[in-house]
């Protein structure tokens, strides 16, 4: 375990199996509908995710990558920039974001309303993390991997100072690196 890890919350083997049993899922649900999702991740938090969830879904998919940061300051709470965009137009596309935690949800909520708003057919999402306690907007992700606490987690994709994101385990960071 790394020396800044309190504890491990959720293990690499507890989250391959989970991206199993979520791409199943999603493999399912995608061909009753009779569609083929375009997998957008976000950048740079889902990378680890994206990688292994997208073994196991068993359809004939596309992926992209998006790379968005929130406006700070004066301007109203929720307002993005587009850092870098998808390849193609998304008009009529079914997209799946991929994620790695869904926190405050502002967001997915704003790249799910932009993504809405250049004509996207449907936009779901797919997230390995999950902190409920911590939402200020209304959103949900489709498919969760795992709800956890309201604690500052490090690994798999998640950062803290842009480190740790390959930490193959998702773990607590301990209190005295960020107090
Ligand atoms: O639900 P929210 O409160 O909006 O927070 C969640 C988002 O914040 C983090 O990304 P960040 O913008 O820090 O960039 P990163 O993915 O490059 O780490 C995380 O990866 C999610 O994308
Ligand atoms: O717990 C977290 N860790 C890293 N990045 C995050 N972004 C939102 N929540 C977190
Ligand atoms: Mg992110």
Redesign the pocket.
């Known amino acids: 375990m790394h020396e800044v890890v309190e504890k491990v919350l959720v293990s690499q083997d507890e989250i391959i199996h989970k991206c199993a049993e979520l791409g199943a899922k999603i493999t399912s649900d995608y061909k009753a509908l009779n569609e083929v999702p375009y997998v957008v991740g976000?950048?740079?938090?889902s990378v680890p995710f994206m990688a292994e969830i997208i073994k196991h879904i068993d359809l004939d998919i596309q992926i992209d990558f998006m790379d968005v940061?929130s406006y700070q300051g004066t301007k109203s709470v929720g307002d993005i920039r587009i850092d870098k965009d998808l390849d193609c137009s998304v008009q009529g596309l079914s997209i799946l974001l991929v994620?790695?935690?869904?926190?405050?949800?502002?967001?997915?909520k704003e790249v799910k309303r932009t993504l809405m708003n250049k004509g996207a057919k449907d936009v779901k999402v797919v997230s390995l993390l999950d902190k409920p306690d911590r939402r200020v907007v209304d959103i949900e992700a489709e498919y969760v991997g795992f709800a956890i606490p309201n604690e500052f987690v490090i690994g798999y994709g998640l950062?803290y100072d842009q480190k740790y994101r390959n930490l193959p385990y998702i773990g607590v960071l301990k209190r005295e690196i960020y107090e």
């Open positions: 976000l950048l740079k938090g940061s994620e790695d935690i869904v926190d405050t949800g502002r967001t997915l950062d």
